[in-house]
């Protein structure tokens, strides 16, 4: 028996169900780029595992030990300086490339019917996401991340009924310490990625079932008609977006590798405490209102989002050709968009 005989009757391929599967019709919008973000996101989840499962192999989630590892990892090692950095580019690009599928959703409204639940998933997965980059940036266990960690530990403590508890629960105790670490390096390597590829295979089985939705473009009422094959035109359009990503993430981590500020001092409060870009305008708003406000805020924009579909749905029926969930997305938009220059320029 051949290597291939045997091959293929250890391991007997469908050929049928890969036919099917590759010969799926995609709407000609695909085409553009700005559609082809959806996949962006989960490649770059994809080399986050990669690399942070590099990093594993010297991290150490100590508090008198994990700075000194990341220390070791970035100036040390082989290569650990361009591993870490490319680890904390693709975080970055990932929760970017995200917004911006979600922003492509939001407008184009294809959260419509049958699509609400798919929406919701999505919604959880820009949250794990975030959380991703609030845990991960933690584990750095320097100045500003620890006192950034103490910020967000703080606010969860501040959330409405079950605040001391979620503090508690996030802290391993009453102050950040060996228990905090040791849960926040858990969250992250564990707990978080695999809530995230259930959420995926859920998102990906829904979007297989519904199939994707079709557009209609102003003075282009045929060309939305049009299908294409998934592949090889629809892999080859996500290909060369990956090779795009590639290349711009290889350029960011050579030219503004990941750096290390002070170690972690519980007894010093820098003057100015800075998160990581995409908590900005949390981090403005928490500024200009009180504590209690300021988490209240963020909470009932998560439920805006997560009831979204449904609030569209409302307006459509009762205002109908009046697109008033285009103003508001727009205001929302607009408003997130000055709270993140203002904290970006302001003090």
């Given amino acids: 028996m051949g290597l291939k005989s045997w091959f293929t009757e250890s391991f007997p391929v469908d050929t049928d169900t890969l036919i099917t599967l590759s010969s799926e019709p995609i709407p000609n919008h695909l085409k553009r780029w700005w559609w082809g973000l959806g996949g962006t996101p989960l490649f770059m989840f994809m080399i986050q595992v990669i690399t942070g499962l590099m990093l594993i192999f010297y991290y150490i989630p100590d508090p008198d ?79 500003m991340s620890y006192w950034a960690m103490k910020v967000g530990t703080g606010i969860a403590g501040a959330t409405p009924f079950i605040g001391p508890w979620l503090a508690d629960f996030i802290r391993g105790g009453s102050e950040i310490g060996q228990n905090t670490l040791t849960r926040f390096f858990l969250f992250h390597i564990a707990l978080l990625p695999f809530i995230t590829l259930t959420f995926v295979g859920l998102h990906l089985y829904l979007i297989r079932t519904h199939g994707v939705s079709e557009l209609k473009f102003p003075g282009d009422e045929k060309s939305f008609k049009k299908t294409y094959p998934l592949f090889p035109d ?95 997305g727009l205001a929302g938009f607009l408003t997130i968009m000055v709270f993140l220059v203002w904290e970006i320029f302001g003090h």
């Fill in 234 to 328: 629809h892999v080859y359009t996500e290909l060369i977006i990956v090779t795009f990503i590639l290349i711009l993430l290889v350029c960011l981590s050579l030219l503004f590798p990941a750096g290390l500020g002070e170690p972690a001092n519980p007894n010093v409060t820098p003057l100015h405490i800075k998160p990581e870009w995409y908590f900005y305008p949390v981090f403005r708003w928490l500024k200009i209102t009180n504590l209690r406000v300021g988490v209240l805020g963020p909470i009932i924009f998560i439920i805006l989002l997560y009831l979204w579909p449904f609030i569209d749905r409302f307006f459509e029926k009762r205002f109908p050709d009046r697109e008033i969930t285009f103003w508001i």
């Fill in 65 to 143: 030990k994990a700075y000194q590892s990341v220390e070791y990892i970035t100036y040390t090692s082989k290569f650990g300086w361009l591993i870490r950095s490319i680890h904390r580019w693709a975080s970055n690009i990932m929760i970017a490339a995200l917004l911006l599928h979600m922003l492509r959703v939001f407008f184009t409204r294809t959260y419509r019917r049958p699509r609400e639940l798919n929406w919701m998933f999505g919604v959880t997965l820009l949250i794990l996401t975030l959380l991703f980059g609030f845990t991960g940036y933690s584990l750095v266990y320097e100045q």
